[in-house]
């Protein structure tokens, strides 16, 4: 129920004017009705139940045709008007990290000891870079740490680069087929003694 208060009171603060009533069960049977449809494991329509029309409530975030919002978008929507996710989880690693990126012109940025300031991207940006760097016009076909440093080099970043470069090189079908395989015995070899 937290979370839901969270979330009402993150829907109200978009509203210039909000008033929440509360209707007795007894003088509203058909919102309890409509309840108790709702948590039916198979919900048929009844005769005797009105649906209501898709538009007449609009609360929901993303739509289920819709993608899901990335770790970007949440940064930015967090950084532009301080809007944490409703999970508790994600909003303290949300307020913990934030401080590690900026907003420069509409993109996001994240500060680094070693390199200057790297683009961050979003999943479908990642998988291009992936593969441009690693089997593109100059690409290596070099092995996920690898490609994830060069990434890094390059000056772009993602939270999971290093996850997703090495099971990137792991389905690379050439890398696969030409890969080193290993001579070496699994166990160490052990003299037999035939005496």
């Not at 979370?3 to 109200?12: E, F, G, N």
């Not at 709702?38 to 007449?56: G, Y």
């Not at 060069?150 to 970043?157: F, H, V």
Request: charged share 25%; with cysteine.
């Amino acid at each position: 129920m937290a979370k839901y208060l969270a979330w009402v009171r993150d829907l109200t603060a978009k509203f210039p004017y909000f008033t929440l009533s509360n209707v007795p069960r007894e003088e509203n049977e058909r919102a309890d009705a409509l309840a108790k449809l709702a948590s039916r494991p198979t919900p048929k329509a009844l005769p005797e139940i009105e649906e209501l029309p898709a538009r007449a409530i609009e609360v929901a975030t993303t739509t289920p045709g819709s993608a899901p919002i990335t770790w970007l978008q949440e940064l930015l929507r967090f950084k532009r008007d301080g809007t944490l996710p409703l999970d508790e989880v994600a909003a303290r690693r949300l307020r913990r990290t934030h401080a590690w990126y900026s907003k420069e012109s509409g993109r996001l940025y994240k500060r680094s000891f070693t390199y200057p300031l790297l683009r961050c991207l979003e999943p479908d940006e990642a998988q291009t870079v992936l593969a441009k760097t690693h089997e593109g016009v100059c690409g290596e076909h070099i092995g996920g740490r690898t490609l994830a440093h060069k990434i890094l080099r390059q000056g772009y970043y993602w939270p999971t680069m290093c996850w997703d470069a090495k099971t990137y090189v792991q389905r690379c079908s050439s890398c696969q087929l030409h890969a080193r395989a290993p001579r070496q015995p699994a166990v160490p070899l052990s003299p037999i003694d035939c005496t």
